[in-house]
Structure formats: structure tokens, C-alpha cells
């Protein structure tokens, strides 16, 4: 029995408390006290309890330090793996665009020789149709006015 229950039981005998009843109340005394400290334990915090928990959350802030730092590596790693990736993609993808336009290129010189051959070819099919209707046309005004002369000479 501590001293405070001590006293309180003194105090309770020279008040004319009889013995049995005075250690009752003392006891029924020190189990409210007992009740009251463990509702009063279950909501406050003690000093090593906020110890223990800074302790924590400073252990778990450490943690996410390391993992975004560790996520910072990996996507500044990312970042160098596809800048690289996409200078590789732009050399490729040029140098594709440069084949693709010497082969146009030279599809389209090649066209234009065959159009201008073709075309020359049609203005000499041309050239030599209007000369073969020039001469039609002379020997058939020849033959009318030889015909027309015939005709006169019977008359």
C-alpha cells in the first residue's frame, strides 16, 4: 500500500470509519484511480510513445526519400534511353526519306524522258500525216483539174 493510501486509510480510521469499511473505500479508491489511468493511458500519449512514433515516421520519410530518389534513376535513365532511341529513329527515318526521294526523283526524271520521247515521236507521226495530206490534197486538186480539163476538151 503506497503512502497516500496509507494516509487516506489514518484518515478514514480517525474520522470513526470502522477499520474494515475504511479499507474498502481505500480500495474501491484505488481501483477508480487504476480505471481513470487506463482510460486516461488509452488516450493520451506518453513521451516514449511520441518517441516511437517520430522514430517511425522518420524511418518511413527515409524510405520514400530513397524510393523517389530511386524513381528519379530510373526515369532519368528512361529519359536517356528514349532520347536515344528517338536520335536513332530520326537518323533512320531520314535517312529512309532520303532513299525514298532519289528513287522518286529518278522515277520521275525517267517519266519525263519517256513523255518527252513519246511526245516528240507524236509530233513527227503528226509532221508526217500533214505532209502526206498536203500531198493528197495536191494530187487530188490535180487530178480534179486534169479532170475538169478533160471535161472542157470533150465539150
Known sequence: MGSFNATLLAALLS???SPDRA???VEQFDRAIDE???LHAQVLA????????QAAITDRIADSNERIARTNERVAELDRSLSGRLAELDRSLSGRLAEL???LSGRLAELDRNLS???AATNERIAETRADLVKWTLAALTAQTALILGAFKLL
Not at 46 to 53: I, S
Open 15 to 17: 474520522a470513526g470509519v
Open 23 to 25: 479499507r474498502e473505500v
Open 36 to 38: 481513470r489511468f487506463g
Open 46 to 53: 506518453t513521451k516514449r510513445d511520441v518517441a516511437e512514433l
Open 101 to 103: 526521294d532519289r528513287n
Open 117 to 119: 520521247a513519246r511526245i
